[in-house]
């Protein structure tokens, strides 16, 4: 409640001379003495922002019957009396809260406008509202001070904002909206008439960041979209206008509705000629202004440009903005060999979300940009000598590659200068990009002592992980290749069996059960030992003792094993006596004679 300035007190006092003329005149018609009750009231009201051009009144508390109405503000900021500009309403005498008023005086109604709603007496003609500031009824409320009982309120419009804007996955953004009431923010398409393509519901008061979702409709730019604020209304949840409620907000005369323009989906790509890695080539830098997809095309027929709708790699989703080092794995069926020209293409993501549509003639998913990319040739060196094999192993030194790569072995063809191909006699070994040291390949096929073989890497493409190569299929080509010869040393082998904790029992090379028997091993021959002693770990030894120290391990693989197979490759510098123990019993020992 606000008490009336200086530019207003002539209005109160004559409203309160009207008001005691009245009294008296009264006084005069019963012809007797009377002390008439003076009205007095209370008024709550707030700032607000406006719905259907409606003030809401919080409380009003009144010792008699009377109204409620709402003033316009003059120039200097009191006001305007007695005109009203809305419908005056009729409170009876008590505490009442949550009061509309409707305002019915809107042409000139503006947002940020100070409004006075002001309390009034019903004295004379019961029910109507008859204050027009001579005739004495009807007069405003006054306190114990003298002070007219009315406040002053600024009003604000509903609002909405929003930018110029790609449609991103179906859907558009409405910065803000300034609700005075739960409603919906509703997207008309080609002017504010126009049919409606999405909704969603907004509450009362600031919502931001407002997403609207506009359905299967695909925008290519330059269209014409308007936000409308509805409200809520009946309170069901469900956006029934124009068969049930939900009608546009309004303020003073004019519907809350803005416009705006759809921009067309752009991107732009930054990729490098490559080595596929495996199957996935890396874009360094991919831009878009909305979410988008990124795909590769391979060349069409004429290699002329992209073959399209067609695509040869997994789609990959990209939010809006900067996407960095995106990898893009290009299908297994589609291996890709030096100097194929693949295209990486953006496309826009509409339709339904999270799936890649694009056929060329739906609409969806369409393209936006693209870029020309050539495949380079996959790198690899290798080291690897003339050799003798240990354990029948062949050692390539190193293995450097630019990709993911396999090391294998082809035999010679005959004739010194070529190999076999496409097959192949030892496990390919997979290697990572980078440099690899002391590849150990394995033999599927015996070789023969001063054999040629070849040592060639292979690229890894298709089913990444598996040795494809046939010599047609396109998968896992050779790279780089290089003979070398090798020597076989006769593996000699011993079976290793226990005879209770007090002897193991070696058969083999013209041994049979023989007792802890001395060895005689030669340097450079490669010895093998098939163990099956449980609980009787094999140590071969530079002391004869139990336990696991001075275990001799130059040239043995699985020292120590009490099943499965110990190798030994006798150095050249070996010395002349080692013995074999058992880990834990004394009695189970034997001496190894070294000769050359």
């Known amino acids: 409640m606000m008490r009336l300035k200086k530019v207003n007190k002539f209005i109160s006092k004559a409203l309160m001379a009207l008001g005691a003329g009245a009294i008296l005149l009264s006084a005069c018609k019963d012809d007797e003495p009377n002390t008439p009750d003076i009205p007095t009231g209370m008024l709550t009201v707030s700032d607000q922002t406006l719905s259907q051009n409606k003030i809401k009144v919080e409380n009003v508390n009144l010792d008699q019957n009377g109204w ?80 007219i009982v009315m406040s002053d309120i600024t009003i604000s419009a509903a609002s909405v904002s929003v930018e110029n804007q790609a449609v991103s996955e179906n859907k558009v953004v409405i910065s803000e909206v300034n609700a005075a009431v739960d409603g919906w923010i509703v997207i008309h398409s080609g002017d504010a008439g126009g049919p409606v393509i999405g909704q969603t519901m907004v509450t009362a008061g600031v919502n931001t960041d407002v997403e609207v ?63 596929v890695q495996g199957n996935t080539i890396t874009v360094a830098e991919l831009t878009v202004n909305a979410t ?126 070529g190999f076999v191909a496409p097959g192949i006699i030892s496990e390919p070994v997979a290697v990572e990009a980078g440099t690899t040291t002391d590849v150990e390949i394995t033999f599927t096929e015996e070789v023969a002592d001063g054999e040629i073989l070849w040592v060639m890497l292979h690229n890894d493409n298709g089913t990444v992980g598996t040795y494809e190569f046939d010599g047609a299929n396109g998968f896992d080509n050779p790279i780089s290749f290089s003979s070398l010869t090798v020597s076989v040393s006769n593996v000699i082998n011993y079976d290793v ?25 030669t340097r450079g021959e490669t010895y093998t030992f098939t163990i099956s002693a449980s ?19 130059d040239g043995v693989e699985n020292n120590g094993a009490q099943s499965g197979t110990i190798t030994f490759t006798v150095p ?16 189970m020992t034997g001496r190894f004679t070294i000769i050359d």
């Not at 690897?384 to 993911?404: C, F, R």
Request: with cysteine.
């Open 572 to 587: 050249a510098n070996a010395p002349s006596t080692l013995f074999y123990n058992c880990e834990f019993h004394a009695s």
């Open 68 to 147: 409620v109405v709402v003033h316009a503000s003059t120039a200097e900021g009191g006001p305007v009396v007695p005109e009203i500009i809305s419908e005056p309403l009729f409170v009876e005498a008590g505490s009442t809260d949550n009061l509309e008023l409707t305002l019915t005086d809107v042409d000139n109604l503006s947002d940020g406008d100070k409004l006075w709603v002001m309390l009034h007496t019903d004295d004379g003609t019961e029910g109507t509202y008859e204050f027009d500031g001579v005739n004495g009824f009807d007069a405003p409320i006054l306190t114990d001070g003298g002070d």
């Open 535 to 553: 609980g009787h770990p094999f140590y071969i030894k530079s002391v004869q003792s139990t336990g696991t120290a001075d275990a001799y391990n």
């Open 497 to 521: 069996t226990h005879s209770g904790t007090s002897a193991y029992l070696f058969s083999g090379n013209g041994l049979n059960e023989d007792s802890n028997p001395d060895i005689t091993l």
């Open 213 to 275: 979702d506009l359905g299967e409709n695909t925008f290519s730019g330059g269209e014409m979209l308007f936000p409308m604020l509805h409200i809520e209304s009946p309170a069901d949840g469900e956006y029934g206008f124009p068969d049930n409620g939900d009608g546009p907000e309004v303020f003073g005369e004019d519907v809350i509705v803005v416009g705006f323009e759809t921009l067309a989906p752009s991107g732009s790509i930054v990729a490098e000629n490559q080595i």
């Open 292 to 417: 988008a997809w990124v795909v590769v095309h391979a060349s069409n027929e004429t290699n002329d440009g992209p073959q399209v709708p067609e695509i040869i790699s997994t789609p990959v989703q990209l939010e809006a903005g900067t996407n960095t080092d995106v990898e893009i794995e290009i299908d297994e069926s589609n291996p890709l060999n030096e100097g194929d020209v693949i295209y990486i293409m953006l496309h826009t993501e509409n339709g339904t979300i999270g799936e890649y549509e694009f056929d060329g003639a739906n609409g969806f998913d369409g393209p936006i940009t693209t870029q020309a990319i050539t495949v380079e040739a996959p790198t690899g060196t290798f080291v690897a000598n003339d050799q003798t094999l240990s354990a029948g192993k062949l050692i390539v030194e190193s293995v450097t590659v630019g990709q993911p790569s396999w090391v294998v072995v082809h035999r010679d063809d005959g004739t010194g200068e």
